[in-house]
């Protein structure tokens, strides 16, 4: 076992969470037992996932997103109270890192994404460091960039084609950053893949001339919290396991 706090205060400096202004608390966010010894990770704390964590003995819940984010309604009540309290009456932790696991060099989700989908990594989509621009090892038609990432990411993407020239150059960011697709083009890339996609985007993608891949939300987001999970068992000693809970968005 280790203790709660030397867990968070590892995990907090590791992912630079002081250097991030989000949407959300990152860190502890639910205080349950003050050991550790079992942690379970997942994508998202609902309550599906919870109920799957109490039925793994787990003593800390890791989640990519968490709660308590900015503009929600504040009453603790309905879904709201069922959650914590199922987390509270079982003594589960719950841990929750969203921008700085999207930004992390090795264990984020943009830097996990590159790994699944081979491809290199050239430097940062914007100033913040959420998201990557990159290129696979030899050019890809939008075929086959299809292929790799259903294959991959076990989710077949939405394609919007934005000509017929071939991906030498793309940028991708995980999640929903169908906003980023302007700082994307701005880089001169082939193509964009992230996880959601809006109206708009369409538009976007034909007029700038790049090949969007809608990828999923969840699907491109799975991988970050897994590596974070791995690398806080490994560290110390702990149990740890990632339970999917589908979602299709």
């Not at 990770?41 to 308590?68: E, K, M, N, P, R």
């Not at 603790?76 to 969203?98: M, P, T, W």
């Not at 999207?102 to 430097?123: F, I, K, M, P």
């Not at 077949?156 to 084609?161: D, G, N, S």
Request: proline share 4%; hydrophobic share 45%; glycine share 10%.
């Amino acid at each position: 076992m280790t203790t709660l706090e030397s867990l968070i205060q590892f995990a907090d400096q590791l992912l630079n969470v002081a250097a991030f202004d989000d949407y959300c608390p990152n860190g502890l966010q639910v205080e349950g037992r003050g050991e550790v010894s079992r942690i379970v990770s997942g994508v998202t704390a609902c309550q599906a996932l919870i109920d799957a964590a109490i039925d793994a003995g787990a003593d800390l819940l890791l989640v990519h997103h968490g709660y308590f984010w900015k503009g929600e309604a504040q009453p603790v009540v309905g879904i709201k109270q069922r959650r914590l309290k199922a987390l509270l009456d079982h003594g589960i932790s719950l841990l929750a890192y969203h921008l700085p696991l999207d930004a992390h060099e090795t264990l984020g989700n943009n830097a996990q994404l590159a790994r699944l989908l081979g491809l290199a990594v050239d430097g940062p989509l914007n100033a913040a460091g959420i998201g990557s621009v990159g290129r696979p090892q030899a050019p890809l038609t939008v075929d086959a960039l299809t292929g790799r990432i259903s294959t991959m990411l076990q989710r077949a993407p939405l394609v919007i084609p934005g000509g017929d020239h071939p991906i030498r150059r793309l940028a991708w960011c995980s999640g929903a950053a169908q906003g980023y697709i302007e700082a994307a083009a701005s880089h001169g890339v082939d193509a964009f893949i992230s996880g959601e996609i809006s109206e708009q985007t369409v538009h976007q993608a034909r007029e700038l001339g790049i090949h969007y891949f809608a990828a999923g939300h969840h699907a491109t987001e799975r991988y970050g919290v897994q590596a974070l999970g791995e690398a806080l068992a490994q560290a110390f000693s702990l149990e740890h396991r990632f339970i999917d809970i589908d979602n299709p968005v």
